[in-house]
Nanobody, 119 residues
Framework: QVQLVESGGGLVQAGGSLRLSCAASESIGNINEMGWYRQTPAKSREWVATISWSGRPSYADSVKGRFSISIDNTKSTAYLQMNSLKPEDTAVYYC?????????????WGQGTQVTVSS
């Protein structure tokens, strides 16, 4: 069962913009946070941005001021607006969702979407 559906990746020139979306299925109940990580072949997966269910965002220093994360609670969908993209933003972007559970919170990952920024 696919629980997270990502979309919005692609190829863009440096300075351009892309918008990623991540939709969580109804099987994921009590969402605490939604966010994105990214990974390249040369690097381990790194955190990009997170937003709480109440709408509080957090950003990695590398994307602060350029990326904006938002959430639509009615659709259980998070969005990552990426502006002023740089070649070093090239990576596979993975959506991550944290579900509140009584015993231990559970984490879900999307399938990943490729973002390529050309110079």
């Amino acid at each position: 069962q696919v629980q997270l559906v990502e979309s919005g990746g692609g190829l863009v020139q440096a300075g351009g913009s892309l918008r990623l979306s991540c939709a969580a299925s109804e099987s994921i109940g009590n969402i605490n946070e939604m966010g994105w990580y990214r990974q390249t072949p040369a690097k381990s997966r790194e955190w990009v941005a997170t937003i709480s269910w109440s709408g509080r965002p957090s950003y990695a220093d590398s994307v602060k001021g350029r990326f904006s994360i938002s959430i639509d609670n009615t659709k259980s969908t998070a969005y990552l607006q990426m502006n002023s993209l740089k070649p070093e933003d090239t990576a596979v972007y993975y959506c991550n969702v944290e579900e509140n559970r009584p015993d231990r919170n559970k984490y879900y990952w999307g399938q990943g979407t490729q973002v390529t920024v050309s110079s």
